[in-house]
């Protein structure tokens, strides 16, 4: 059974960083996509950064700039580190990963971020 799991989230100061990761194991495909998202009270979820295969990057336009998004693939493993963050950015951060091949999707359980003003 596939299972992602995410860690480092926390609370934070504006201006300050932090670095979230998220790791896949029971998996034994390789994942073509792994991206991260988040929600916010009251708000639908929201795609942050995405990534596919070796270079393919994407970001919101609100987070471009600020937040870089990294992966292993060999440690079937994602970061995003955030920079410049914003009380906006507050909320619920999620990781995502889709398999080649079928295409299956999986999430994580979510990471809390707070940024305070």
């Known amino acids: 059974q596939v299972q992602l799991v995410e860690s480092g989230g926390g609370l934070v100061q504006a201006g300050g960083s932090l670095r979230l990761s998220c790791a896949a194991s029971?998996?034994?495909?390789?994942?073509?996509?792994m991206d991260w998202y988040r929600q916010a009270p009251g708000k639908q979820r929201e795609l942050v950064a995405g990534?596919?295969?070796?270079?393919?990057?994407n970001y919101a336009d609100s987070v471009k700039g600020r937040f870089t998004i990294s992966r292993d693939s060999a440690k079937n493993t994602v970061y995003l580190q955030m920079n410049s963050l914003k009380p906006e950015d507050t909320a619920v951060y999620y990781c995502?990963?889709?398999?080649w091949g079928r295409g299956n999707v999986y999430w994580g359980q979510g990471t809390q971020v707070t940024v305070s003003s």
């Open positions: 995502r990963m889709m398999t």
């Open positions: 029971g998996s034994a495909f390789s994942f073509k996509a």
């Open positions: 990534s596919t295969g070796t270079s393919g990057r």
